[in-house]
């Protein structure tokens, strides 16, 4: 889960609706159903994030699936924090994909249901999101080797709540990694650049972000640092 730096290039109608903010659960789920610029504050969301879920940093507009607008700290815990942009992401899946997946392979904001956990979840907003995770060649996400016990807890809470090893992450997560694999074979087979190969889905292109950048990072390792150093150190 790469870490989301908030622009603060805030629309003016969310602004508005913040200036008096919901109170109570019902007022927060009665305001954030009619208000009618989500789709602007869906756009700033998405140019922030390089197009790339919140939570499982897939491309939903390459797999056929789309957006909800996430409130990271949920509405009707945190009603006041329903129209604060800080408090906004952009989350796979929009509703009407939930029509057509099984709830179990459900991930990303709908998944967490009335489970959270404020002192345990790491959210996309927190500087050092990153360091929680591991990616395995497998398609699995785990709780990164080195973290306290503390840490776990919270990788594992955060990763269930979320349900990032759904079958259908594990199998886009396999599949990119394969992909890696053999590129980066046939690559030092040839004697062709691995730091060109890395740049590839490291470097945003058109203000887009190529899918499971932290997977991407983590394969390549310090080649990857060596890019991002040089070509968008923003995303370090």
Known sequence: ???????????????AANAVPPQTSAEATTRWKSFKYKSAVQANLLTEQYFLCCYSEVRPDLLGLGFHIEHVRPKRYYPSLTFDYKN???SALHSDDLQNIAVTEVFGGHAKQSEYDPA?????????SAKYFS?????RIEPAG???????????????????????LVVQRQRWWDDL???YAEHQSRGWSLEHLAAIDLVPAAGK????????RQFFGPVAHEVLQRDAPQLL
Request: net charge negative.
């Open 146 to 168: 080195g973290l306290d016990a503390g840490d776990i807890g919270k990788a594992t809470y955060t990763i269930q709540t979320l349900n990032l090893n759904s079958p259908f």
């Open 1 to 15: 889960m790469r870490s989301i730096a908030k622009q603060g290039n805030v629309p003016a109608q969310l602004v």
């Open 88 to 90: 906004l992401a952009a």
């Open 120 to 128: 345990l979840f790491v959210s996309c907003h927190d500087a050092d």
């Open 209 to 216: 972000l190529t899918q499971f950048f932290s997977i991407t």
């Open 135 to 139: 990616y395995l060649s497998d398609g």
């Open 181 to 183: 694999d053999q590129l």
